[in-house]
């Protein structure tokens, strides 16, 4: 019989699960034709410009096996600092200003150490990314929801916010569009959020896979790190992995009013040292590579985007749901008879074979819905929503 070994294991991490995403992923990895719709893993292939750079480079520089310094490759940094003056019109300073990290998961996993000690309050849009909830129980704070109505189009109540805040709250956390409701926050929200933490100096740290994929919503995209009274309040995090389909290479960077770097600088050292020379590499290529290939990956989401609606609009017994304006998932709400979203989900893969992610996983408010990511090839959808209507025929 096997010992308990509970006493081994700390509190903050026994308090959490691995996230629902990753759970039905992995589960649903063992199911041979599963239509998995659960993870936001875009079916795209990292574009050929920057593999070739990455496999050329591979053969002739002898350094490439080697660590670069904690912050990143100084080019590196410079091609971020020239996308950030680019994207926001603000100057920073790539040696002070910039650091490379293994990914946005990895970059706000530091930020919220580096900013948290135990009891503090970080405040998440409910519903909001699974892992940040992780991240902030993690290094024992307390993650505070800020509901989003879901009767205004999953709209952030703006006047609420202030509300939230304590003595002990650090920052807020922003995803726009977000994962997992597809909402672009407006730039009035944007530019009062910001100024309600100018008030309170709190740190807003804004989390950025998505800004690439907004469709017709183009004009509704507001960049917060663009406002310069907030230089010193704000971190943005930007992920290579959505945009340049490198998920894989583990890469993103962020942007940090200096004295946050510092700080840092010590986690990030203390755990990874640095984050892979290679994918540093693949990023200078696809800073200096341009972005002509994103028109062909929002096209090719658009169309995808088109069919779920009209999928979820056939089954209007089953689902409710708001139209998403940018990123590239869906979270309707569940009509069918069901017990929880988990059991819901569970049910699902068991019987038809198709894996979504139980919207409890994004926060109270997600209960009773489903995300489902449509960043999957069109077949994936269409199976997934074949066997739906199948399991479930109207009139059930
Ligand atoms: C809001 C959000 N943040 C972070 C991540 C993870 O980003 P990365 O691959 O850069 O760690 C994701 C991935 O789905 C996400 O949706």
Same mark, same amino acid.
């Given at each position: 019989?096997?010992?308990?070994?509970?006493?081994?294991?700390?509190?903050?991490?026994?308090?959490? @699960?691995?996230?629902?995403?990753?759970?039905?992923?992995?589960?649903?990895?063992?199911?041979?034709?599963?239509?998995?719709?659960?993870?936001?893993?875009?079916?795209?292939?990292?574009?050929?410009?920057?593999?070739?750079?990455?496999?050329?480079?591979?053969?002739?520089? &002898?350094?490439?096996?080697?660590?670069?310094?904690?912050?990143?490759?100084?080019?590196?940094?410079?091609?971020?600092?020239?996308?950030?003056?680019?994207?926001?019109?603000?100057?920073?300073?790539?040696?002070?200003?910039?650091?490379?990290?293994?990914?946005?998961?990895?970059?706000?996993?530091?930020?919220?150490?580096?900013?948290?000690?135990?009891?503090?309050?970080?405040?998440?849009?409910?519903?909001?990314?699974?892992?940040?909830?992780?991240?902030?129980?993690?290094?024992?704070?307390?993650?505070?929801?800020?509901?989003?109505?879901?009767?205004?189009?999953?709209?952030?109540?703006?006047?609420?916010?202030?509300?939230?805040?304590?003595?002990?709250?650090?920052?807020?956390?922003?995803?726009?569009?977000?994962?997992?409701?597809? @909402?672009?926050?407006?730039?009035?929200?944007?530019? +009062?959020?910001?100024?309600?933490?100018?008030?309170?100096?709190?740190?807003?740290?804004?989390?950025? &896979?998505?800004?690439?994929? @907004?469709?017709?919503?183009?004009?509704?995209?507001?960049?917060?790190?663009?406002?310069?009274?907030?230089?010193?309040?704000?971190?943005?995090?930007?992920?290579?992995?959505?945009?340049?389909?490198?998920?894989?290479?583990?890469?993103?960077?962020?942007?940090?009013? /200096?004295?946050?770097?510092? /700080?840092?600088?010590?986690?990030?050292?203390?755990?990874?040292?640095?984050?892979?020379?290679?994918?540093? $590499?693949?990023?200078? +290529?696809?800073?200096?590579?341009?972005?002509?290939?994103?028109?062909?990956?929002?096209?090719?989401?658009?169309?995808?985007?088109?069919?779920?609606?009209?999928?979820?609009?056939?089954?209007?017994?089953?689902?409710?749901?708001?139209?998403?304006?940018?990123?590239?998932? $869906?979270?309707?709400?569940?009509?069918?008879?069901?017990?929880?979203?988990?059991?819901?989900?569970? /049910?699902?893969?068991?019987?038809?074979?198709?894996?979504?992610? &139980?919207?409890?996983?994004?926060?109270?408010?997600?209960?009773?819905?489903?995300?489902? +990511?449509?960043?999957?090839? /069109?077949?994936?959808?269409?199976?997934?929503?074949?066997?739906?209507?199948?399991?479930?025929?109207?009139?059930?």
């Amino acid at each position: 019989m096997m010992q308990n070994k509970e006493h081994l294991i700390s509190r903050s991490v026994a308090g959490i @699960t691995v996230s629902a995403i990753k759970d039905m992923a992995m589960r649903s990895a063992g199911i041979k034709g599963v239509a998995s719709l659960t993870w936001g893993l875009p079916s795209f292939q990292t574009p050929a410009f920057i593999r070739q750079a990455v496999a050329e480079v591979l053969d002739t520089d &002898p350094d490439i096996g080697k660590y670069t310094l904690p912050d990143g490759l100084p080019e590196l940094r410079r091609l971020v600092a020239e996308k950030h003056l680019q994207e926001t019109g603000i100057e920073v300073d790539p040696d002070k200003q910039v650091m490379i990290h293994a990914g946005n998961m990895q970059g706000l996993s530091t930020l919220i150490r580096v900013i948290t000690d135990p009891g503090d309050e970080i405040i998440v849009t409910d519903p909001g990314f699974a892992s940040h909830f992780h991240q902030v129980h993690l290094y024992r704070g307390t993650p505070v929801c800020w509901p989003m109505d879901e009767s205004l189009g999953w709209k952030l109540d703006v006047d609420a916010l202030a509300g939230l805040i304590t003595a002990r709250t650090k920052a807020i956390i922003l995803v726009t569009p977000s994962n997992p409701t597809g @909402t672009i926050f407006t730039e009035t929200e944007l530019r +009062a959020i910001g100024r309600i933490a100018l008030d309170h100096d709190l740190l807003i740290l804004l989390d950025d &896979p998505y800004s690439k994929f @907004t469709y017709g919503n183009k004009d509704r995209f507001f960049n917060l790190a663009s406002v310069p009274e907030l230089a010193d309040n704000i971190a943005y995090c930007f992920t290579f992995s959505k945009a340049y389909a490198m998920s894989g290479w583990r890469l993103s960077y962020t942007i940090l009013p /200096e004295f946050l770097k510092c /700080e840092v600088l010590k986690v990030h050292d203390a755990r990874i040292i640095c984050a892979p020379r290679i994918s540093q $590499v693949a990023g200078i +290529a696809a800073l200096a590579g341009g972005t002509a290939h994103l028109k062909e990956f929002e096209d090719i989401l658009a169309r995808r985007r088109d069919l779920i609606c009209r999928r979820l609009d056939s089954v209007p017994h089953l689902f409710e749901y708001v139209e998403p304006e940018g990123a590239y998932y $869906v979270f309707p709400r569940l009509l069918v008879k069901h017990e929880s979203s988990y059991d819901f989900a569970i /049910e699902l893969l068991a019987k038809a074979k198709v894996a979504v992610t &139980p919207g409890s996983a994004f926060g109270p408010s997600g209960e009773h819905h489903v995300r489902m +990511a449509y960043c999957v090839e /069109e077949d994936v959808i269409n199976t997934a929503f074949d066997r739906i209507e199948a399991l479930y025929p109207c009139g059930r």
